[in-house]
Nanobody, 125 residues
Framework: QVQLVESGGGLVQAGGSLRLSCAAS????????MGWFRQAPGKAREFVAA????????YYADSVKGRFTISRDNAKNTMYLQMNTLKPEDTAVYYC??????????????????WGQGTQVTVSS
């Protein structure tokens, strides 16, 4: 059984930082592209960042470039999202996702095979 579990969310003031983690089990982690998506109330789920199966390449939404860093540790079956200079508009539920792929990661949620339950990130003004 595949399981993705996010952690590290919480309440932070604007300008602060958080690090999210996604622990994976039940899959060959190194064979999967990993991604982060987020969804705010009343809005569609949107792409945040993705990383290739080996960790060699990363991709970011324009809204987070220069502030967020995605990484992975295949030996620990864990993916991370370091979020710096947080803004109120970053407030959302953040989801971890996995896709069995060795190529370029997708920004479309429909291509991902597995999802975590999400972790809430709230950024206050």
């Amino acid at each position: 059984q595949v399981q993705l579990v996010e952690s590290g969310g919480g309440l932070v003031q604007a300008g602060g930082s958080l690090r999210l983690s996604c622990a994976a089990s039940g899959l060959t982690f190194s064979a999967y592209v990993m991604g982060w998506f987020r969804q705010a109330p009343g809005k569609a789920r949107e792409f945040v960042a993705a990383i290739t199966s080996s960790g060699s390449s990363t991709y970011y939404a324009d809204s987070v470039k220069g502030r967020f860093t995605i990484s992975r540790d295949n030996a620990k079956n864990t993916m991370y999202l370091q979020m710096n200079t947080l803004k109120p508009e970053d407030t959302a539920v953040y989801y971890c996702a996995a896709e069995r792929r060795f190529g370029i990661p997708s920004a479309r949620e429909t291509t991902y095979d597995y999802w975590g339950q999400g972790t809430q990130v709230t950024v206050s003004s």
